[in-house]
């Protein structure tokens, strides 16, 4: 079955430590996103890419950084520029002709200790 | 002010009530957007619609494009409904989608 897998579920970070969370989508979708949740907000948009080797700077893009070397592949860094990492993180992707019409990973929750 | 409101923020009704979602906007917008988020966290799609009504099952979408205002209403709820329910608008100017905050609901047993 397609799908967007993202891994590891659950990450624990030290303070000045990078740490990369991986986005693999199986769907042929152009189209990926980064997505960032806190408690009682809703979604906020990192990084997205609408093609292989481009990507463009979402509304809280400072402290992260992302890749698109493969179609199938979206990996977001968490750099340690980032000063308040903890937080929910989903991964999305979607045809580029729909892009209201997101999937989603099961998302990945990044704990600094 | 966000863009998108939705309310009530949290929601708890026993089984069996009649449960109703609201999201307000205040962009121009090509298309809403209900998806749930189970517990673990992971977002599923409910409806898309950008006018009139939706139905599946036991979930009603509808919205109103005149007075910027969609609901979300659920009946015969059931314990498994529990989880949150957000609105997000397709922004017909810049192609983007915005998010609401979400509406946390249990349904207890």
């Known amino acids: 079955d397609g799908g967007i897998t993202q891994s590891p579920k659950y990450l624990f970070r030290k303070e000045g430590q990078n740490v990369t969370l991986s986005c693999e989508q199986n769907?042929?979708?152009?189209?990926m996103y980064w997505y960032r949740q806190d408690p009682g907000q809703g979604l906020r948009l990192i990084y997205y890419?609408?093609?292989?080797?481009?990507?463009q700077k979402g509304d809280i893009a400072e402290g992260y950084s992302v890749s698109r070397e493969k179609k199938e592949s979206f990996p977001l860094t968490v750099t340690s520029a980032q000063k308040n990492p903890t937080a929910f993180y989903l991964c999305?992707?979607?045809?580029?002709?729909?892009?209201?019409?997101?999937?989603f990973g099961e998302g990945s929750w990044l704990t600094v200790v | 002010k966000n863009e998108v409101e939705q309310s009530p923020q949290n929601l708890t009704a026993q089984e069996g009530e009649f449960i109703t979602i609201n999201c307000s906007y205040s962009?121009?917008?090509?298309?809403l957007h209900w998806l749930q988020q189970h517990p673990g966290g992971g977002i599923v799609s409910l409806f898309m619609?950008?006018?009139?009504?939706k139905k599946h099952g036991r979930l009603i979408a509808t919205i109103n494009i005149q007075e910027k205002h969609s609901s979300l209403h659920i009946t015969a709820s059931h314990p498994r409904d529990s989880a949150v329910y957000i609105c997000?608008?397709?922004?017909?100017?810049?192609?983007?989608?915005?998010w609401g905050a979400g509406t946390k609901l249990i349904i207890k047993p």
């Open positions: 962009v121009g917008i090509s298309a």
């Open positions: 769907l042929n979708h152009d189209a």
């Open positions: 997000a608008v397709g922004a017909d100017s810049n192609y983007q989608l915005i």
């Open positions: 619609l950008s006018s009139g009504k």
């Open positions: 999305a992707s979607s045809d580029t002709r729909d892009y209201l019409s997101l999937d």
């Open positions: 890419s609408q093609i292989v080797n481009d990507f």
